[in-house]
């Protein structure tokens, strides 16, 4: 998809995104959404179309780094549940609890022991969010292998995207279907009444985008809530400039 027909089409989502969160605020309802599925998909281009037109004092992302050492100690599920939605706010997790079945079970970084708890456990946790009110909406992004590689060759040839390649996922170039193995696995036991999974293709990204965001909005309860009247009389002056004192602006950028 061009990049000026995907703006214009992800132009009246944004109005709706902006009316979801005007609703979350008046009712103090409190979404989250997880992006999951495999490295290059598309998870942070997704995220940012969610959480771009939104106040984020509302709209946060959790993008958590490896555990420590302490909380290696910890019930696994313990450091997500400090960062879920308190009444209206919207929560993107960017990557979630669901590590466990994706990097640290297909990378060695779990037991098979701990990854069968992890799929006992996660809709038992999801149910308690659920049934306390939360909304949660589970997103796995899907890309063959083809587009998955070109990605990589992209973000190892541009040194504005390095920083996303790891030695992680180069390493996992090598277990794409262990990682699709490990997927099915996860859903078989995961896919609940409750909390549903949602497979979008993302081997177009832009579309993959507004196919998520079209699905969001829509599974969303009625978010017809009017924005507060305000009041915009004209300046009882003419306009002022700024004045300095103490200190001067620096110098403007140099354009031609």
Same mark, same amino acid.
């Given at each position: 998809?061009?990049?000026?027909?995907?703006?214009?089409?992800?132009?009246?989502?944004?109005?709706?995104? &902006?009316?979801?969160?005007?609703?979350?605020?008046?009712?103090?309802?409190? !979404?989250?959404?997880?992006?999951?599925?495999?490295?290059?998909?598309?998870?942070?281009?997704? !995220?940012? =179309?969610?959480?771009?037109?939104?106040?984020?004092?509302?709209?946060?992302? &959790?993008?958590? =780094?490896?555990? #420590?050492?302490? $909380?290696?100690? %910890?019930?696994?599920?313990?450091?997500?549940?400090?960062? /879920?939605?308190?009444?209206?706010?919207?929560?993107?997790?960017?990557?979630?609890?669901?590590?466990?079945?994706?990097? $640290?079970?297909?990378?060695g970084f779990a037991t098979q022991p701990q990854v069968d708890a992890f799929l006992i456990q996660a809709p038992v946790f999801e149910r308690m969010l659920v049934d306390d009110g939360i909304l949660l909406f589970k997103y796995w992004l899907t #890309?063959?292998?083809? %587009?998955?590689?070109?990605?990589?060759?992209?973000?190892?040839?541009?040194?504005?995207?390095?920083?996303? /390649?790891?030695? !992680?996922?180069?390493?996992?170039?090598?277990?794409?279907?262990?990682?699709?193995?490990?997927?099915?696995?996860?859903?078989?036991?995961?896919? +609940?009444?409750? =909390?549903?999974?949602?497979? &979008?293709?993302?081997?177009? %990204?832009?579309?993959?985008?507004? +196919? /998520?965001?079209?699905? /969001?909005?829509?599974?969303?309860?009625? #978010?017809?809530?009017?924005?507060?009247?305000?009041?915009?009389?004209?300046?009882?002056?003419?306009?002022?400039?700024?004045?300095?004192? &103490?200190?001067?602006?620096?110098?403007?950028?140099?354009?031609?």
């Amino acid at each position: 998809m061009k990049k000026k027909q995907y703006e214009e089409l992800y132009e009246p989502l944004e109005l709706e995104l &902006v009316a979801m969160a005007r609703w979350a605020k008046a009712t103090g309802a409190r !979404i989250c959404v997880l992006f999951e599925g495999r490295d290059t998909a598309g998870k942070g281009g997704a !995220i940012r =179309a969610v959480g771009g037109p939104l106040n984020p004092r509302q709209c946060r992302t &959790v993008a958590l =780094a490896a555990p #420590t050492e302490a $909380e290696k100690t %910890q019930w696994y599920f313990q450091r997500y549940v400090r960062h /879920l939605p308190s009444a209206g706010e919207i929560v993107l997790f960017d990557r979630s609890w669901y590590n466990r079945t994706g990097v $640290e079970q297909v990378m060695g970084f779990a037991t098979q022991p701990q990854v069968d708890a992890f799929l006992i456990q996660a809709p038992v946790f999801e149910r308690m969010l659920v049934d306390d009110g939360i909304l949660l909406f589970k997103y796995w992004l899907t #890309t063959d292998q083809a %587009q998955q590689e070109e990605r990589l060759r992209e973000r190892l040839d541009d040194p504005l995207k390095r920083w996303k /390649l790891s030695p !992680i996922d180069l390493a996992a170039r090598g277990k794409y279907d262990d990682y699709s193995h490990a997927r099915e696995e996860m859903l078989k036991a995961t896919h +609940t009444e409750h =909390a549903p999974w949602t497979l &979008v293709d993302f081997n177009d %990204q832009k579309l993959g985008r507004l +196919t /998520l965001l079209r699905d /969001l909005l829509d599974r969303m309860p009625d #978010t017809a809530v009017q924005p507060e009247e305000l009041s915009f009389p004209p300046l009882d002056h003419p306009p002022h400039a700024e004045e300095y004192g &103490v200190l001067k602006p620096i110098k403007d950028y140099p354009v031609e």
